[in-house]
């Protein structure tokens, strides 16, 4: 950042008095602060990467104090850096003002494919660090593992299932299947049955697989009880509410079986407690009886849990949760989203593939497009039924779908702001553009609060799809 930048900023952490999710305010008015490692580590583990701010005391109300010696401070930051794994490189920014000098540190993400950033004297265990709003915290196992799959490119789908045989599988729907596969393999059906069960992951270590059991088994949950849905319709707008009569949910069911038959299950018990409503067309008045929710939408959010899901060891004890509310359908898969995907490109740009044996076998069977055009089918179902845009929550450790079942009423100004940002943006502009034309005191709330909305309803498209992050990145409308 330039010294205008950094001054700027002094100026919004005083205004906001308080530090964030990419802002860490360290004194260092009698010398460099200890234990900076913690927050070296975090940044580095965020797609952001954040920034650190030497010479305001957090204690005094984030008072301008200064630095006791810029220089100094720089080659001390620098210590710290060189002591991570891999080796961090901030970019420092120095500001002076009335007699005070103030020094920024920039720290930058790392590509997924080399976190999780850690302190080398610690290890991997206990030098990783994740950054909650403006804490600074230790990694759980599953959040290093998460990235660690990535990287070595972990196939969990097709891990050996312990005391699993061919015995446990049913032998005629694994043969309809490899029937299929050869039919659009050639090559495949010159090789031997046994060939064929190692090649299309069935067997592996002389072992059945996971994919297997969870496709062909005759009844998976014997060996994997927690790998299910658990399905519940809730009579209020949170868990614990009650109905008149007391109870805390109308229907709960626990949904197991083959993946195939676990997606029809639960197609099922949306069917069966979700009502219609009726809606009248404010133009002809006339009336149209509708479900709450459309079922290709529904379709596609419980299918993507069940194939994308994490299926390691790390998750196993943990169902797919199914939760109808008053006023939404919430489904919750463990394993956040996999590789670099964000919640912003979803249905935007081919993403990594977590279980590929799972995602072919699915799509072998007719079962899925395996085309990435999922997310693109919710939206549209959603949109042709006159309902939100379905709302897509991500963290490392579960991925959540949420489908309203009625409009939320808009607040005029939100709309007209809205459509004004589309019209703004029918040629490319910059998030500084962005931020500049909305007018609004922090630009960040800005952007989460109209333009990301519109980036995952697509109204709005990214020029670099595959680099959402990117600096020189810029939106425009879709009528562009």
Excluded at 15 to 35: N, Y
Excluded at 236 to 242: E, L, N, Q
């Amino acid at each position: 950042m330039i010294e205008e930048e950094l001054k700027e900023l002094i100026h919004t952490i005083q205004r906001r008095g308080c530090e964030w999710q990419t802002m860490e305010v360290k004194s260092a008015h009698r010398g460099c602060p200890e234990k900076l490692y913690n927050t070296i580590s975090a940044f580095s583990n965020q797609d952001n990467g954040g920034i650190m701010i030497f010479g305001l005391d957090e204690k005094a109300h984030f008072a301008k104090v200064g630095v006791y010696d810029a220089q100094a401070l720089q080659k001390k930051v620098m210590e710290y850096c060189e002591q991570m794994s891999p080796v961090v490189r901030p970019v420092f920014t120095v500001y002076d003002e009335d007699d005070k000098v103030f020094v920024s540190a920039e720290i930058p993400p790392l590509d997924i494919s080399e976190r999780p950033c850690f302190r080398a004297g610690m290890g991997r265990i206990k030098g990783s660090y994740i950054r909650v709003g403006e804490a600074d915290k230790p990694m759980t196992e599953y959040e290093i593992y998460s990235y660690e799959a990535f990287r070595k490119k972990q196939r969990d789908d097709i891990r050996p299932a312990d005391g699993a045989s061919l015995n446990a599988l049913n032998k005629d729907a694994l043969d309809v299947y490899l029937a299929l596969m050869r039919r659009e393999r050639p090559n495949l059906a010159r090789t031997t049955e046994e060939q064929q069960y190692e090649l299309n992951g069935i067997i592996r270590e002389g072992q059945v697989t996971m994919s297997a059991l969870l496709l062909f088994g005759l009844y998976p949950q014997a060996f994997y009880s927690r790998l299910n849905i658990s399905a519940t319709c809730n009579p209020g707008k949170t868990k614990g509410d009650t109905d008149t009569a007391g109870n805390r949910f109308t229907d709960t069911k626990r949904i197991e079986g083959t993946i195939p038959e676990m997606l029809e299950k639960a197609l099922d018990f949306v069917r069966s407690n979700m009502r219609q409503t009726t809606r009248i067309d404010s133009r002809t008045g006339k009336r149209t009886d509708m479900p709450q929710y459309p079922m290709n939408a529904v379709r596609e959010a419980i299918l993507n849990a069940l194939v994308h899901r994490d299926y390691s060891i790390h998750t196993e004890t943990r169902p797919i949760q199914l939760d109808m509310y008053e006023d939404r359908l919430e489904i919750i898969n463990p394993g956040g989203l996999y590789g670099r995907l964000t919640v912003d490109q979803l249905g935007h740009t081919q993403p990594d593939t977590r279980n590929p044996v799972l995602i072919t076998a699915m799509e072998t069977l007719g079962k899925t497009e395996n085309r990435y055009s999922g997310i693109p089918t919710m939206r549209l179902a959603m949109a042709e039924s006159s309902l939100p845009v379905p709302v897509f929550k991500n963290t490392t450790s579960e991925f959540k779908v949420v489908l309203y079942h009625e409009p939320k009423a808009e607040n005029p100004a939100a709309a007209n702001t809205r459509e004004r940002l589309l019209a703004f943006c029918s040629i490319p502009r910059t998030r500084a553009e962005i931020i500049a034309h909305l007018n609004i005191e922090s630009g960040q709330y800005a952007l989460r609060r109209y333009l990301d909305p519109l980036i995952q309803s697509g109204d709005i498209n990214l020029t670099i799809p595959d680099k959402p992050k990117s600096r020189n990145q810029k939106y425009f409308s879709s009528a562009h």
